[in-house]
């Protein structure tokens, strides 16, 4: 039978047609004021998303490549660094920071549990040798969101760095608000974009500590990226993925259209129904059931189903790609992505694939019992939205206060 792909998993992310359109323009020069006047925008438009008056710097790299580039612009050999450790990314920024030769202080919290910002805040008045922290917003490896504005709050004192990879654009972000440094993320998650482009914000502090910093850099060198920028005609310190950035402008004017407020809302919804569809499939969540979760959910498989096979069986049998576990959770989990293009029947399909593929794995699920769920879900979200549904709520309301 045919099958439609449908791309599920929390990066890369589907595109939307205008994106798919933009990508698809003949290539130019990024040397001329046409191409300046895309970049400052998509800069601009960052910066907008971000919530910061900062300036942003473009790389042409995954966000890996952006988070090095903060390694080696802001610490020197031996510098202590905390980094706040709850899944696979902040294990990768662990490592990261070992390998350049850093100390490393751990706030590690379990998989699938949240960092709690009064931990961070004790190891740091505990050790006051420590110059800066690191958390991860969206810990996509679990679909935990980290209370970020708590985080700021307690590394006030330090320099604070923020990985936003899959939290930007779909869950609240507020740098200046919030205090936070430097703040990396990039297209390929919640921004509708082809990867291959990675940014991130830099605040004054942070280019104070800039022109201590010892590490060698040359191709992530923020200096030159800032010089490129100010420049004349704006730009890169290098090539940049030009038609990547193309589709980025193109993903942001549709952020932008939505409005952030609408795109927050949806990627809360999004959550709410993969979770209740997960769970009426009879998965256990791993996610917590907060709205705050709202870019990826994850579930454990019933016991004896292999989580892997689980999501083959899924791709292979409906076009739809979810995605396994990593690390200790590699067979256990499978992970749905809902950040990015993606609406309620994308989750909802999602949903009646794994539980067709449970059923068909042998699990003791009955199809439909998960999507039902889901959609009784969305019934009532899409209620309360509808002028009845608000007439209804209104008159309920009304109700309650007369009897009260
Ligand atoms: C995707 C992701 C990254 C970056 O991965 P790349 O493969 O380098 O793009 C970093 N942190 C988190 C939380 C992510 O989800």
């Known amino acids: 039978m045919l099958s439609k792909h449908r791309l599920m998993v929390p990066g890369p992310t589907p595109l939307p047609p205008a994106v798919t359109a933009a990508a698809t323009r003949p290539m130019e020069d990024e040397r001329t004021v046409r ?33 090095e580039s903060a390694v080696q612009n802001l610490f020197s050999p031996g510098d202590r660094v905390l980094v706040a450790n709850n899944g696979a990314f902040g294990q990768r920024w662990v490592e990261m920071s070992r390998a350049y030769g850093l100390e490393v202080v751990e706030v590690r919290a379990p998989w699938g549990e949240e960092i709690d910002p009064a931990r961070v805040a004790a190891a740091l008045a505990a050790d006051p040798g420590i110059t800066a922290a690191m958390c991860v917003h969206c810990e996509t490896s679990t679909g935990v969101v980290n209370d970020i504005q708590g985080f700021g709050e307690a590394a006030a004192g330090v320099l604070t760095l923020v990985d936003s990879a899959s939290g930007l654009g779909a869950c609240d972000l507020r740098a200046d608000e919030w205090g936070l440094d430097v703040v990396v993320s990039g297209g390929q998650k919640a921004l509708m974009t082809p990867p291959g482009v990675a940014f991130l914000s830099v605040s004054d502090r942070a280019w104070e500590r800039h022109a201590e910093a010892r590490l060698p850099r040359y191709y992530f060198d923020w200096g030159a990226a800032r010089d490129a920028y100010a420049a004349a005609i704006p ?7 030009i038609g990547v950035l193309v589709a980025l402008d193109a993903a942001l004017e549709q952020l932008f259209a939505e409005g952030l407020d609408a795109v927050f809302d949806r990627h809360r919804t999004l959550g709410r129904l993969a979770r209740s569809g997960l769970r009426g499939a009879g998965l256990e969540l791993l996610t917590p059931a907060q709205d705050r979760h709202a870019s990826v959910t994850a579930a454990y498989v019933p016991d004896g189903i292999d989580a892997d096979q689980l999501v083959d069986l899924v791709a292979e049998r409906y076009g739809v790609q979810i995605v396994g576990g990593s690390g200790p959770l590699a067979g256990r989990i499978i992970r749905l992505g809902h950040c990015g293009y993606i609406d309620a029947l994308d989750v909802i399909s999602a949903i009646a694939a794994v539980e067709l593929s449970l059923r068909e794995l042998g699990a003791p699920v009955q199809p439909g019992a998960g999507t039902v769920s889901a959609m009784q879900l969305l019934s009532s979200t899409t209620e309360a939205r509808t002028p009845n549904g608000a007439l209804i709520a209104l008159a309920a309301g009304l109700e309650r206060e007369y009897q009260s």
């Open 35 to 67: 191409f300046a006047a895309l970049f400052t925008r998509v800069v601009d438009n960052l910066r907008r998303l971000i919530r910061t008056e900062n300036e942003v710097l473009v790389f042409t790299s995954s966000t890996t490549g952006a988070f």
């Open 235 to 241: 730009r890169t310190s290098w090539t940049p993925a």
